[in-house]
T-cell receptor
């Protein structure tokens, strides 16, 4: 079946550096990808909706200059956390969909730790 | 290993009928459990969550879910569905400082 791959699964970076997380649909074309963030003991927070070939739509309160989302192809969306701070440490997960109303698939998530 | 199973890929109910979506989990410790809904073109929306306490949890839009530890289940219910409830529903399990794992989802269809 369809698989969404997130890479890396775990990443540790130093404060002030940038880190990129990839979300890749392996056997289908994902016209829409969603990026979420989860804080411990909290539910997921939608960060942005990414449509291939267009700018991502960010949710209120999400800094678009800090969390750069690129959806340059139908199989890849990237989330770049720029100038990372320890409070950016979190679990980030993406989901992908091949079209409105079609099945949604989740990546396995990426743990980011900023030290 | 941690896992979440939603055994029903599709469910169809008539408008006004009751609904139960099944969710079973496998987790070594006391889990945190969530139900999310995703409507076409939208991101996930949290319906309800269970962390501790009363095992019957009330959520938004008239949904409720019951945590049954003995059955490792967290089924979602609604006494009377509306056409606007047609969507995809995801059960998820997580734990403090651990990652969240999603079920594969159940697509709910509503007959007029």
């Amino acid at each position: 079946g369809a698989v969404v791959s997130q890479h890396p699964s775990w990443v540790i970076c130093k404060s002030g550096t940038s880190v990129k997380i990839e979300c890749r649909s392996l056997d289908f074309q994902a016209t829409t990808m969603f990026w979420y963030r989860q804080f411990p003991k909290q539910s997921l927070m939608l960060m942005a909706t990414s449509n291939e070939g267009s700018k991502a739509t960010y949710e209120q309160g999400v800094e678009k200059d800090k969390f750069l989302i690129n959806h340059a192809s139908l199989t890849l969306s990237t989330l770049t956390v720029t100038s990372a701070h320890p409070e950016d440490s979190s679990f980030y997960i993406c989901s992908a969909q091949s079209g409105a109303g079609n099945t949604i698939y989740f990546g396995e998530g990426s743990w980011l730790t900023v030290v | 290993a941690q896992s979440v199973t939603q055994p029903d890929i599709h469910i169809t109910v008539s408008e006004g009928a009751s609904l139960e979506l099944r969710c079973n989990y496998s987790y070594g410790a006391t889990p945190y459990l969530f139900w999310y809904v995703q409507s076409p073109g939208q991101g996930l929306q949290l319906l309800l969550k269970y962390f501790s306490g009363d095992t019957l949890v009330q959520g938004i839009k008239g949904f409720e879910a019951e945590f049954k530890r003995s059955q490792s289940s967290f089924n979602l219910r609604k006494p009377s569905v509306h056409w606007s409830d047609a969507a995809e529903y995801f059960c998820a399990v997580g734990a403090r400082d651990d990652k969240i794992i999603f079920g594969k989802g159940t697509r709910l269809h509503i007959l007029p």
